[in-house]
């Protein structure tokens, strides 16, 4: 897919300002931002960026003496991952502690850094990245591992969507669903998804589509867990197409957002039918549970 790289220059410079200017610019379709010595690279999805949400978060921001300036260029289009392919990543440790007292812990993995006293003694998940998000590193992909630890999914139907790597469908697949369907707008994301399965040797129970959200179309309300790790703004316009395939008591885990955005997230959920369950935090990162009713009231 193709991205925009917006160069925002803040002066004075500061770490609170960037961390401040990233959260607000979250809303003008930025998905991931890199700190610079002059203020802050932000990347957007060119259909997605909304450069009167840019400007308006410029406009208001609350810091006395700040003045910020940007410039919008085509992003570099290249393996953005390349590096990381090459070097791989130390195993990441996903540690949940259940109702009845057992923790569980969850390794991820890239197959070249796994010491063997930990292969054969834990559930591990092995991902080979190419070009997709998602390997754990990130607080929001943990936490939704963590979440997943602590569910009862044995036997339930799964739907990943913004699938990246595959990584949270293939943790559901091992630790007992039995099928899930992951889908990304991007194709190298949906191709690594089928890579993954296949490494995890869960293949035969994951679908892995090409798009947005609009295929759900071709779902009953089906999912007993769905799972959305993504932007702010598109968890808000897409959470009417999650609800739409949910069967009744199925559970909506999402994250990808500040804990500044529960509030709206849980209004608009709320809207939608759903109930809050919990919400976790890890950092200024967020990840709330809601789930839908078995009756409609």
């Known amino acids: ?5 917006v160069n925002m220059t803040i002066e004075p410079c500061s770490q609170d300002a960037q961390d401040l200017l990233a959260a607000l610019t979250g809303e003008a379709g930025m998905e991931t931002f890199e700190e610079t010595e002059t203020g802050l690279k932000g990347y957007a999805q060119q259909q997605l960026l909304d450069e009167d949400a840019l400007q308006m978060a410029i406009q208001q921001f609350p810091f006395e003496g ?29 540690r949940c502690k259940r109702d009845d ?6 390794i991820i993995h890239d ?3 796994l010491p063997s006293h930990l292969s054969s003694s ?6 080979d990245a190419h070009m997709a998000f998602g390997t754990g590193t990130h607080e929001t992909t943990r936490m939704i591992c963590r979440q997943l630890l602590d569910m009862p999914l044995q036997g339930k139907r799964v739907l990943d969507c913004g699938c990246g790597t595959g990584i949270l469908g293939i943790c559901a697949l091992k630790l007992g669903a039995a099928s899930c369907v992951g889908y990304d707008i991007d194709e190298w994301s949906s191709d690594n998804t089928r890579h993954n399965a296949v490494i995890n040797h869960v293949d035969d129970r994951l679908e892995s589509l090409c798009g947005d959200a609009t295929l759900l179309s071709r779902f009953a309300a089906e999912f007993d867990v769905v799972l959305a790790n993504i932007n702010r703004n598109i968890l808000l316009h897409d959470m009417q197409h999650f609800v739409r395939v949910m069967a009744p008591g199925a559970t909506l885990i999402l994250s990808g957002f500040y804990q500044s955005d529960c509030q709206m997230l849980a ?11 919990t919400t976790d935090t890890d950092g200024d990162w ?3 549970q809601f789930t839908l009713p078995l009756y409609k009231s």
């Not at 897919?1 to 790289?5: D, L, N, R, T």
């Not at 085509?74 to 990381?84: I, L, T, V």
């Open 66 to 94: 700040v003045t910020i300036s940007y410039t919008i260029s085509e992003a570099e289009d290249k393996d953005w991952n390349e590096q990381w392919e090459q070097e791989g990543f130390e195993p990441i440790e996903v």
């Open 122 to 127: 834990h559930l591990s998940v092995e991902i």
């Open 101 to 106: 007292g057992r923790e569980r812990l969850l």
């Open 286 to 288: 967020a990840c709330s």
């Open 1 to 5: 897919m193709k991205y925009y790289e």
């Open 111 to 113: 197959g070249r850094h």
């Open 267 to 277: 209004d608009k959920a709320r809207t939608l039918g759903l109930h809050p369950v």
